[in-house]
């Protein structure tokens, strides 16, 4: 499977077109992989880039987006059968995706204003597999980058990186070299040696 033939664009508020309303300047090649960072991350995400197995998905920065998305990895990774990854792929895409639509709220300003509308930026998903582990990568138009919290037992909010970080195998993020916004990535299972 490729980006192009899994590319789609759903989110789709109250059985509204919820989608991105225009797919932006910086979004333009997004069917061809996530944007690359700079400096050190840049091997292991540009390996997990080329890996054999590759789906991309724009969704509208809305709540609908997060079951969407988690819809998408369940049948993407069945469709390559790697269904013992399922759920924990799900479970960090939803955080991931999740944290990408708050952090998209109100964001209508920033490299290339009028092109976005309130409530309606998009939020690009990317999965790579080896055909062992998985790269979930996630992208979002806001510039501040995600911070891990310590959550204690009475804690409401910042439990989501921490989930991420104990179920996931290694996990980052990074802003793009020649793009706007961040990418927040995390890979489930080991990468083949
Ligand atoms: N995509 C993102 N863009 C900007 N900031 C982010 C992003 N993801 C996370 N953060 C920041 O990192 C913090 C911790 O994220 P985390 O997911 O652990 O907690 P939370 O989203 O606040 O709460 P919870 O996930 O438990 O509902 C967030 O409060 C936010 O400040
Ligand atoms: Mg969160």
């Given at each position: ?32 992989g996530p944007?690359l960072p700079?400096?050190?991350e840049a091997r292991a995400v540009s390996a997990a880039v080329a890996w ?76 790579t ?6 790269m ?41 070299e ?16």
């Amino acid at each position: 499977m490729t980006f192009s033939s899994m590319s789609g664009r759903t989110g789709a508020a109250g059985g509204g077109m919820g989608t991105a309303s225009s797919v932006t300047a910086e979004g333009a090649n997004s069917s061809a992989g996530p944007p690359l960072p700079a400096g050190q991350e840049a091997r292991a995400v540009s390996a997990a880039v080329a890996w054999p197995l590759r789906s991309y998905l724009e969704l509208g920065a809305l709540p609908t987006a997060v079951p969407c998305a988690r819809l998408h990895v369940r049948q993407v990774l069945w469709e390559w059968r790697l269904d013992a990854l399922a759920e924990t792929a799900e479970l960090m895409v939803s955080e991931l995706v999740t944290n990408a639509v708050r952090a998209s709220a109100d964001l209508t300003t920033g490299q290339y204003p009028g092109q976005r509308l309130a409530g309606m930026t998009p939020v690009r998903l990317w999965l790579t597999s080896d055909r062992s582990c998985v790269m979930i990568h996630v992208w979002d138009g806001d510039q501040r980058m995600p911070i891990r919290q310590e959550a204690g037992p009475e804690a409401e909010n910042g439990r989501g990186l921490l989930l991420v970080d104990c179920m996931s195998a290694a996990w980052g993020s990074y802003m793009p070299e020649r793009s706007s916004g961040k990418v927040v990535w995390a890979r489930v299972g080991e990468a083949k040696p």
